[in-house]
């Protein structure tokens, strides 16, 4: 009986003396502690922006004396009135070609338009005048060598990445005596602009 009471006096000092160890704290967090924790975010590239090039813009040999395409869209069949003819020569891809009459500034006057672009198909905003939609344009027929370049429709196949020499046909009877410009549309919506091309 006395040495179970000693016993447990023995145990309660002990106690009272702090030999059990306290709980461990957590180490305080550091500004530095936090920086490496956390993995830096990776850089996103932004798509790389189309390109697309006019190299040359002229009127060809051929232009008043060929009759090879009608004035409407679709229409590649001779309608008894001589082409207006333009050599464009274009590196890069491109889903539309306009040609447009322009003052000497080659500010755009809207006198004449054509272009590849059919039915309610809409004219870029930067170069849209009264007439905005395809349907209201005259036809623009393209030809790479031998190889007409548009659909049945009259739209303009997409042009892959690459160097282009294109012949440009259009058959209207009262083609004002302007200057004229010509326009590339690439695939992300942006526009290629050739120098200003006096009439002849």
């Known amino acids: 009986m006395k040495t179970s009471i000693v016993f447990m006096l023995l145990v309660g000092i002990s106690s009272c003396n702090g030999d059990t160890p306290p709980p461990k704290q957590a180490e305080p967090t550091t500004s530095a502690s936090v920086a490496?924790?956390?993995a830096p975010s990776a850089s996103v590239e932004p798509p790389a922006a189309a390109k697309g090039t006019i190299t040359a813009f002229a009127h060809a040999a051929t232009s008043g004396t060929v009759d090879k395409v009608g004035e409407?869209?679709?229409?590649?069949k001779p309608d008894g009135v001589k082409d207006t003819v333009y050599d464009l020569e274009y590196?890069?891809?491109a889903t539309a070609i306009f040609?447009?009459?322009?003052d000497k500034q080659g500010e755009l006057t809207s006198e004449f338009d054509s272009d590849t672009l059919v039915?309610?198909?809409t004219i870029p905003k930067e170069i849209a005048g009264i007439l905005n939609a395809g349907k209201t344009t005259a036809g623009l027929v393209v030809y790479e060598g031998?190889?007409?370049m548009n659909g049945k429709d009259g739209s303009l196949a997409p042009l892959a990445e690459g160097k282009h020499k294109l012949v440009l046909h259009i058959s209207k009877k009262d083609i004002p005596k302007a200057p004229v410009r010509a326009f590339v549309?690439?695939?992300d919506g942006s526009?290629?602009?050739s120098p200003v091309l006096l009439p002849k």
């Open 36 to 38: 490496a924790s956390v």
């Open 72 to 76: 409407k869209d679709g229409a590649f």
């Open 91 to 93: 590196e890069g891809a």
């Open 99 to 102: 040609v447009m009459t322009c």
């Open 119 to 121: 039915g309610d198909q």
């Open 146 to 148: 031998d190889k007409l």
């Open 185 to 187: 549309l690439l695939p």
């Open 191 to 193: 526009l290629v602009k």
